[in-house]
């Protein structure tokens, strides 16, 4: 039971790694198919997305959040969706304008992360990020898999996955100038008083 403790905290990293490690087959199945349509694509990607809600889970579940964690599996997440949109791009089942918007909008997320951690914010998921990470799963498994891409269906599932992936982007951009930067610099000073009375006792 110990040995097993100590394997428990390294599962869900060992998650992450294997979700990067996924990519290039990926990659590889979609372009080497003859339409752009690949089960074999489309059952890696179904993989790797269930490994990134299964890592979380295990995480949180066992409280072994790490650093490593927090900076790989966003990182893990953004490779996985980047990698397969621009496959699909390059064989014609996903307009570029379509990906360059959904990268644009991780980019700028991840941005705004790198910014507000400086302040000393933490920007968690919303349930509106984690809405729009669950369609573009979805937006892209249908992409890779689907026999038809430019089905109605389809491309009505592509426009709510970009309208859903802006919306989600704008939202976290107005969360934090409502925390914001000077908001955090007032609290520090409240936050280290304390200590400085407990230091002249």
Known sequence: MARFGRIVPVLPNA??????????????FVLQSQDGSSL?????????????????????????VTTFGKIADP??????VGAALISLVAVSRVAAWVAAVIMAREL?????????????LVISASRFGK???????????ALIAAPDASALWLQALVYLTV????????DYFVAFRRRG????????????EPAAKRAAR
């Open 15 to 28: 998650l992450t790694v294997a979700r990067v490690l996924v990519v290039p087959p990926l990659v590889l």
């Open 40 to 64: 074999a694509a489309a059952a890696l990607f179904a993989a790797a997305a269930l490994t990134d809600a299964l890592d979380g889970h295990l995480a949180r579940a066992r409280d072994s």
């Open 75 to 80: 990182i893990a997440d953004k490779l996985l």
């Open 108 to 120: 700028a997320v991840s941005g705004l992360r790198a910014v507000a951690g400086r302040e000393g």
């Open 131 to 141: 809405a729009k990470m669950g369609l573009q799963v979805v937006a892209i498994l």
């Open 163 to 170: 309208a859903v992936t802006v919306a989600s982007g704008i």
């Open 181 to 192: 930067p000077a908001a955090v610099r007032a609290e520090r000073p409240r936050a280290a």
